[in-house]
């Protein structure tokens, strides 16, 4: 079975300051990690994913993860926040036979101006 | 192109009473699940459904059903609802199952109040 744990369920942080949202997992097998982020009263939208590769990966909005196999974490990064990413975080993991995906508990990030 | 429309955006239900919602993919997608979003118990994988047969379940009670029609559209269905059916449902749909690069485009969700 898989599981997610997201260790900080707040994170507030200081505008233009750096961010970064832990996330670890559980599997027996091979998993393939995202991250995705909600906005109030909107669904999800998809930052960034790992699903092979290079295990420093690059999503939208200059927010990037490194997938580290050994401590079987990928956290979520980001230099230099704005306050339009005020918003929740969630990671989330799924093997690849569908769209059953396991996700973490949320972190919500509040960026003070 | 249009993304996942789920309809309607808010329910109000009484106890008792059942409820159908309805989600549409985009365009193209035959995979779609659904997903129960709640402040306590947080994002948790209800179904999916792939050509019209569910693929896989999560561990929720049989009140909850759901199908896919042969156009992608897909409805889920809750019966003699509880005022903890209370949540947000949010469904996902993506292009083919089993496939690298598959990514899940989600819908705004459904926001049912059970009173």
């Known amino acids: 079975a898989q599981s997610v744990t997201q260790l900080d369920s707040q994170v507030p942080v200081f505008e233009e300051a750096p961010v970064e949202l832990r996330c670890n997992y559980s599997?027996?097998?091979?998993?393939?990690l995202f991250w995705y982020v909600q906005y109030p009263n909107q669904g999800l939208q998809l930052l960034l994913k790992?699903?092979?590769?290079?295990?420093l990966v690059k999503g939208i909005n200059g927010f990037e993860a490194e997938f580290n196999k050994s401590q079987t974490s990928f956290h979520l990064r980001k230099p230099s926040v704005h306050i339009s990413d005020t918003a929740e975080y969630f990671c989330?993991?799924?093997?690849?036979?569908?769209?059953?995906?396991?996700f973490g508990t949320g972190t919500s990030l509040t960026v003070i101006p | 192109k249009a993304g996942v429309t789920q309809t309607p955006r808010y329910l109000i239900k009484t106890r008792g009473q059942q409820v159908t919602l309805s989600c549409s993919p985009i365009?193209?997608?035959?995979?779609v699940s659904w997903y129960q979003q709640t402040p306590g118990q947080g994002l948790q994988f209800l179904f999916e459904?792939?050509?019209?047969?569910?693929?896989n379940k999560g561990n929720f009670p049989g009140r909850f059903s759901g199908r896919q029609f042969s156009n992608s559209r897909s409805e889920m269905n809750v019966s003699t609802l509880e005022l903890g059916d209370s949540a947000l449902y949010l469904c996902?749909?993506?292009?083919?199952?089993?496939?690298?690069?598959?990514?899940?485009?989600f819908g705004q969700g459904t926001r049912l109040t059970v009173v």
């Open positions: 365009s193209g997608h035959r995979s």
């Open positions: 989330a993991v799924t093997r690849n036979t569908g769209n059953q995906f396991y």
């Open positions: 599997s027996s097998v091979s998993v393939y």
């Open positions: 790992y699903l092979s590769g290079s295990t």
């Open positions: 459904y792939f050509s019209e047969t569910q693929r």
């Open positions: 996902a749909s993506s292009l083919a199952v089993g496939q690298l690069n598959t990514e899940a485009f």
